[in-house]
């Protein structure tokens, strides 16, 4: 028997072995992504078992047309989307905290959806489209424009004023309200059919997804996923204060800048498709802390697939509740969210002291 | 071969911090402590050299050559500014972030470190006696210890001028010598311009090869320690009386004292 004496290891051998673990960390993500997805798509009325669900997802010719509608067409997108979703939603967050140095920022927050939401009211109350040509897209196209366009004035007036990150938080809470008052206001004006429509769009829904919508997800997260791990080294640099960042030869205000676009596109476009959900955007980040630090080369994927797994498991959730009753995803998030948020905030306060 | 701030101007808004500021020829292989009440603009001197600020006048230039004409990131290459702020609570490494310092010397994109960069990191870990700390998050370790690990980050990024904002501020008394040693023995043996900010003055007597008194955005005295801190110059920056002697181990020792106590 040899007495295992403890290796004086080296630094460097200690930061491979760490570096192994966050990697099988990354991998045991996208396992945990593929069971959700299955979970998701196996729920739902007409009581189909998982056996023939994943028959059909494997071996589409060989299975029974009504199944094959049931799976491919109905469950598939909304599982999907909300996979999508979540890691739009989950990466916008990740990067906004990131670059405001505070874990509370995400597109909720900020004042972002809210934007977007005052932006589909418009389309719906009087039928205003901001770009021209957007046919039967108006709704979607006005909560485009209108996110992206808060994410612009949150970042101009910050910039006017020379600027914090804590101020940045503080515009955002303030757009949040303007822009609830707005739609207030719209909801005001409307009529019952409006209202309803309106309320629908507030709530957020997975079940506007479509094939098309899940395309165009995916396109962006394949893109915007390496637009920001490209930069991985300066945003790890920022989390040590602009001055340490700058000190490094990283353009602080630039790489603020793209990041802030980026983050805007990845949640105007997942608000535009399916309402307003909060929260994701703090959890699932606040989860890749926890697992696997704040180097941004591992937090940043680890944020975005622990916030699609979070609104996957949510949105089976959503389905098992009533049976037979598909609950709006955004109702389930913000209850599970608020008190999230809440024991966020006093840990922080905690830390802080 | 030497570190030149000439006719300094610097202002926040109307109120002017620096004011014509010159430091002389600051040579390589040189530790020059930077001493001076609170608020005489050692910081704002220190982000002006850096190029993190863009002063309203006058110029810094290292061996001849003015670096408000480099790329931010050529100019990070040749001079490296420590803030006083090492306070950060992240979740990184000491390894990860002494890391970071020495990768944002590179070019490009690569998500993984080179083994000549792993390499630098674990030497320069070794040289600050930071091994048992190298896997610890930050945001877990003392202050002393993080200041350690903020003055590997300089030292890892090997660069020609070395700006430090109070390097010994939260160190204990051993950790200061062996921090001051091991920065002036860096700046010797690489050649470095080394200018830090220090606000105990037999530490900076100790240890610098030259010592300049800033008062009111502009350097009053430099030159020798024993010549500049006997200079009633201290005394009338400070509005302190300066009481200098050798100790019997031949270390030059400065009481600062209060007229009339």
């Known amino acids: ?353 | 071969m030497a570190l030149s701030i000439r006719d300094l101007d610097f202002r926040y808004g109307a109120s002017p911090v620096l004011q014509g500021l010159g430091t002389g020829e600051l040579p390589r292989g040189e530790l020059a402590a930077l001493v001076g009440p609170n608020g005489s603009g050692k910081s704002t001197l220190f982000r002006c050299a850096a190029g993190l600020l863009r002063p309203h006048a006058g110029s810094v230039s290292l061996d001849g050559a003015d670096l408000a004409e480099l790329s931010p990131r050529e100019r990070a290459r040749k001079v490296f500014y420590l803030s006083q702020d090492t306070e950060a609570r992240v979740a990184l490494s000491v390894f990860d972030i002494i890391l970071l310092a020495r990768k944002s010397l590179h070019r490009g994109f690569a998500l993984a470190a080179s083994p000549e960069d792993t390499r630098a990191v674990e030497a320069v870990i070794e040289e600050l006696g930071l091994t048992p700390f190298a896997s610890r998050d930050i945001a877990t370790l003392s202050g002393g210890q993080r200041q350690l690990a903020a003055i590997g980050q300089a030292l890892v990024r090997a660069p020609d001028v070395l700006l430090l904002d109070e390097p010994t501020s939260a160190l204990d008394v051993r950790r200061q010598l062996d921090v001051m040693a091991t920065i002036r023995e860096a700046t010797r043996r690489r050649g470095i311009v080394t200018v830090a900010a220090i606000h105990d003055l037999s530490l900076a007597a100790r240890f610098a090869d030259r010592v300049l008194v800033m008062n009111e955005g502009r350097i009053a005295q430099a030159g020798a320690p024993e010549n500049v801190l006997a200079h009633r110059a201290v005394s009338e920056t400070y509005a302190v009386g300066v009481h200098l002697e050798r100790s019997a181990r031949g270390t030059l020792l400065v009481e600062p004292y209060i007229h009339g106590q």
């Open chain 1, 1 to 353: 028997m040899t007495a295992a004496l403890p290796m004086p290891a080296s630094a460097t051998a200690e930061y491979r072995k760490r570096n192994a673990k966050r990697l099988k960390l990354v991998l045991l993500g996208l396992v945990a992504l593929a069971v959700a997805l299955a979970l998701d798509v196996s729920i739902g009325p007409g009581n189909l078992p998982l056996a023939d669900v994943l028959r059909t997802l494997v071996d589409p010719q060989s299975a029974a047309p009504r199944l094959s509608v049931i799976v491919w067409d109905l469950r598939l997108p909304i599982a999907l989307m909300a996979l999508a979703v979540g890691a739009m939603l989950g990466l916008s967050g990740a990067g906004m905290q990131t670059i405001l140095a505070n874990p509370l920022a995400d597109p909720f927050t900020l004042g972002v959806s809210a934007a977007a939401t005052v932006g589909a009211s418009v389309a719906i109350v009087f039928g205003w489209s901001v770009l021209p040509g957007a046919g039967p897209f108006i709704v979607t196209a006005n909560a485009f424009v209108f996110a992206l366009g808060a994410s612009l004035v949150l970042f101009f007036m910050t910039k006017l004023r020379g600027v914090s990150a804590e101020t940045m938080i503080l515009v955002g809470i303030a757009l949040l309200f303007t822009c609830n008052a707005i739609t207030a206001l719209l909801q005001y004006r409307s009529n019952e059919v409006q209202l309803t429509q309106i309320v629908f769009w507030t709530l957020g829904s997975l079940a506007r997804a479509t094939w098309g919508k899940v395309g165009v997800a995916a396109v962006l997260i394949a893109l915007a996923l390496p637009f920001f791990l490209m930069r991985g080294w300066a945003l790890t640099a920022l989390r040590l204060g602009d001055e340490r960042a700058e000190s490094m030869g990283v353009r602080v205000d630039r790489l603020r800048l793209e990041i802030l676009i980026a983050t805007s596109l990845l949640a105007a476009v997942s608000v535009s498709f399916v309402g307003g959900i909060g929260f994701i955007g703090l959890v699932g980040p606040h989860i890749a802390r926890l697992l696997v630090g704040e180097d941004q080369r591992f937090f940043l994927p680890v944020a975005t697939i622990a916030s699609a797994v979070l609104l996957s498991l949510a949105s089976s959730l959503s389905k098992v509740i009533t049976p037979g009753v598909i609950y709006p995803i955004g109702i389930i998030t913000a209850l599970i969210g608020v008190p999230f948020f809440i024991s966020l905030v006093m840990s922080i306060r905690s830390r802080a002291v």
